[in-house]
RNA sequence: GCCAAGGUGGCAGAGUCCGGCCGAACGCAGCGGCCUGCAGAGCCGCCCAUCGCCGGUUCAAAUCCGGCCCUUGGCUCCA
């Protein structure tokens, strides 16, 4: 069964074929570290981290690079304030570790670069380099722009066109710029992107003398790069003239992506990226999550409230390239649904441990939704990542391992062994959750005291102490521990 | 204005590429039953869908074609 994504570079669904299969080259466009990173960088990071699980699992290799933008006007503007350092490249220091934190705690399998731009400015100025001495780029008052008429293949992936772009702010003689569709590639410092914003309005000078942060070297004298050369200079540096899939988010499409074609195309000679896969933005009340619209929710906030794995599940419950809607509602749902495979997953592995291997218990029922699990997960998967059905699968998983121990005293041990598996391989190894991980610390200690107050209620119960008995059982849920009364005693959970 | 994505039950959200298995998945909420000392979990069953509107193609359309309405995103920093 082979995999077929959505590529927006042709708006239609495409059988999957990388340069090498046993090298397929990920990039996925980071974010610029000039705040803490929001549930809409997460669902990125989710989605792209499971297209890689799903990618490795099928038996491809796999080489990932996500970038840090860590040189914007942004991040500079910020310097100076509470706690964050007095320089760009301090601000950015401080909320890229905070970054990486959350990254972790999102359980994301590691990329295998991390690349800054502030690392990569010397590749920077050789591909702005090329791109002038071919003829794509122009300098004009110590700042370099992309000639868009150069490159005719400008709008291929947004569907833009630059006769209309043209018709609305006609070129003029006086402007820096040729085209008003030209965008920097160097800005002279001084430059900022506030007042190339209002250039390419109305043509108000370029310069203003504020500080936008460091400035380098360059042939064109001191400045700084502009901001979609380097995701071009980064993943040619770290994967060659053509990547295979290039993920980001749906805002990003135009103008960010469609520059990052022209300059690297123009510069290579290459196709830039062969599938490009666009992931569907995070809303919250009818707006999109954002830095600057201050409706976001931090990732280590949502991490601490709900957990990595209802956090996962939230976005799992969603196609990559559809938009979502975060609500308390929403989570709240992801986590019963998390609830029910966590628990049906325990209930497989429990009653494993207490049949024996040679049972002759045989439940052809169990055994084939194991299967059929298993086969309509796949199928889902290459069908453009479809998370949505995927997860059904294993919800219905879930429900067969819940169907067999209902009605059987004696278990399947194969059956359930292999459930189990497939929970672990499936739902761990592919979607990135917590089953069969144990917490860690002290929890055999903490088991041991909560089996003792069980016992302790149990002999209660006996007894006939029934108040005695919930007693306990209020007191222990006050604590976080679940206590659930079953055919073969109680079972807990926390 | 231009470009893109989308409008499916109380909510949420698949299916639309490749028309029939969709009398519409999975889940949440709600209702009934079983189980239980009780609770929870679980199981069984039920409830709620003129698939945005209008027209067309077809033996057959949520799925294809045309028009219209609405929402969101992009065109400025943005995952």
Redesign the pocket.
Known sequence: MTL?V?NTLT???EEFEPGDPDDVLLYV????VSDDAHL??A??WTHSDVMHRWLAHEGYGVRHVENF?DV?E?IAARAGEEGLGDTEEEVAEQFMSSVIEDMRGLNLLRAEVYPRVSEHVPEIIDLIETLVEKGYAYESNGSVYFDVTEFPDYGKL????ID??EA?GEADERSEKRHPADFALWKADGVS??A??EH?KDDRPVDDDADHGETWDSPWGDGRPG?HIECSAMSITHLGETLDIHV?????????HENEIAQSEAATGQQFARYWLH?????TK???????LGNFFTVSGALEEFGVDVVRTFYL???Y?????FSE??M??AE??W??LE??YETASDRLDSTEARTKVEDEELRATVAETRKEFTRAMN??F?V??A??AL??L??GV??H???HDEYDYRGLREAVETFEDLGGSVFGLSFGEEAGGDVSLADDVVELVLELRESE?EAGN??R??DL?DRLEAMGV??????DGP?FRY
């Open positions: 077929s959505t708006g239609e669904r466009c980071g974010l610029t809409g960088h669902r990125v933008t914007n942004k947004s569907n833009q066109n209309e772009m609305q992107d506030a190339l914003a390419r901001w980001g988010g749906h805002d990003l499409v135009f103008p960010h992931t569907g933005l995070l809303e009818g707006e999109k999550m954002s830095s600057s419950s969603t196609g390239g559809s938009k979502q809607t509602e929403a709240a749902e019963e649904r609830e029910r628990r049906a069908d453009d479809n949505r059905e997860m059904a919800l219905e879930a429900a819940n169907r121990v209902d009605a119960r029934y108040e008995a919930d059982r679940e206590v659930q009364d079953g055919d079972t």
